[in-house]
């Protein structure tokens, strides 16, 4: 991942009845390439300039190892406009980014974009800081950010960013697809008294190989209520016979998805595997006892590579890899083998589920850290026909001649680049 910029804070944005918008949260220790600081004067020009390298920023980051202001990246903003209440102030700085490096960012491909190419995030990551007041400034005398769209950790945990949905080009003779589409509204607030103040911020961004190697996605059912709408960019829905229910629980933090017999619903994702590429999906999930009788498949994930689909599939006693004619008004049916729960530990618990996939050569399935089955290349499933070629990670119920099934998911993480978490 790329990092670059600086200086802000920030706020999710709830949805009206229950969960928060979820945004894509990069990988912990995503390496930073760039830092910048963002000075604002009384008058609400806003100025990036270079971190002194002498300076360290919140937990030990050194500015003196990374590029500076229109090197790695240049951050643009036009003058802040300024709101008073008679005890309070408010910045708005409408923010732009412009990337001059030789390849792309914002997205693990150096050609076409994918649909959900993982996109751009700006973090404040030190600050702000209250450098002069027109007077007494009563105490707490702070400056904060009060609009971003999460919280992640960049350099340190739980800190504050925005997120552009686009892949930014390499750096172009005259800005154009270099630089984002439009610009995000930062927006600070602080005591009436403050007249300056300065901050902090970083850029983070996929590379394309060889660059970067590695690449990860995570939903959480527990802050995401809706990933097919709210999260960005959302998880793609395939339906068939016009049935499937999403229904999230606050009090568990999962999402239940559910459907009747022989109807499929699946959520998806268009991002980029190779076949030769190693990757993972995992989930934790749950089948609903009173919906989930027998031994045929019912929830299912698994992982599309443009040739092949690998998908985990799990009934209430038994997990295995299953074959893709399940969808779309037919059974799921396994493949070879299967792992047979015990009695009391059947698929009606909450496990931990993980297809790891080892290039062009192997897969297997982890439940709850222990590897329980294994198949070769020879045995994966052909092209993933029950949702569009372009899908890479997907999640889902199947309904069963039995009739109809329900599952409840706490979360679904996938990476490309590496076999396991």
Not at 272 to 294: C, D, F, H, M, V
Not at 325 to 330: C, K, N, Q, R, S
Not at 397 to 403: D, I, K, L, R
Request: aromatic share 10%; with cysteine.
């Amino acid at each position: 991942m790329v990092a670059l910029i600086a200086g802000s804070l920030a706020c999710h944005a709830d949805r009206a009845g229950s969960g928060v918008t979820e945004f894509p949260v990069p990988p912990d220790g995503s390496p930073v390439v760039g830092m910048m600081e963002g000075e604002v004067d009384r008058f609400g020009n806003v100025t990036f300039t270079s971190v002194n390298p002498a300076r360290v920023i919140g937990s030990g980051v050194s500015a003196a190892i990374y590029g500076s202001q229109n090197v790695n990246a240049r951050l643009y903003t036009s003058r802040a406009t300024i709101d008073s209440t008679p005890t309070t102030k408010t910045w708005h700085m409408p923010l732009g980014l412009r990337n001059l490096l030789s390849y792309p960012i914002g997205s693990n491909q150096g050609g076409v974009t994918p649909s959900d190419t993982s996109g751009v995030y700006v973090a404040l990551i030190g600050g702000p800081t209250v450098t002069a007041t027109s007077g007494s400034c009563a105490s707490p005398c702070t400056v904060r950010m009060v609009q971003y769209d999460g919280t992640a950790s960049f350099t340190s945990p739980n800190q504050p960013y925005m997120y552009w949905h686009e892949r930014l080009a390499a750096v172009q003779p005259a800005a154009a697809g270099d630089t984002v589409s439009a610009r995000r509204s930062f927006v600070f607030t602080g005591p009436r008294a403050v007249t300056n103040f300065r901050f902090v911020l970083i850029v983070s961004a996929a590379w394309p190989p060889p660059n970067e190697t590695f690449w990860s996605t995570f939903y959480n059912a527990a802050t995401d209520s809706e990933p097919d709408l709210r999260a960005a960019p959302p998880w793609k829905k395939a339906t068939t016979l016009g049935n499937g229910t999403e229904t999230w629980s606050a009090s568990t933090g999962r999402l239940t998805l559910g459907t009747s017999a022989l109807a499929d619903l699946i959520l998806y994702r268009a991002d980029s595997l190779a076949p030769a590429t190693n990757a993972y999906i995992e989930a934790r999930l749950k089948l609903n006892s009173q919906q989930a009788s027998g031994t045929a498949p019912q929830a299912a994930f698994g992982l599309g590579d443009g040739q092949n689909a690998i998908t985990v599939g799990i009934a209430r006693q038994q997990v295995g890899f299953v074959h893709g004619g399940g969808f779309f008004g037919l059974t799921w049916s396994f493949i070879g083998s299967t792992y047979s729960f015990p009695r009391r530990s059947d698929a009606t618990a909450l496990h931990t589920y993980t297809l790891r996939k080892f290039g062009t050569d192997s897969a297997t399935i982890e439940i709850d850290g222990t590897r329980v089955l294994r198949i070769t290349q020879s045995q994966f499933d052909g092209p993933p026909f029950f949702v569009p070629a372009e899908a890479t990670a997907y999640f889902g119920v199947g309904g069963t001649t039995s009739g109809n099934v329900s599952s409840d998911w706490a979360y679904v993480t996938y990476g490309i680049g590496q076999s396991q978490p």
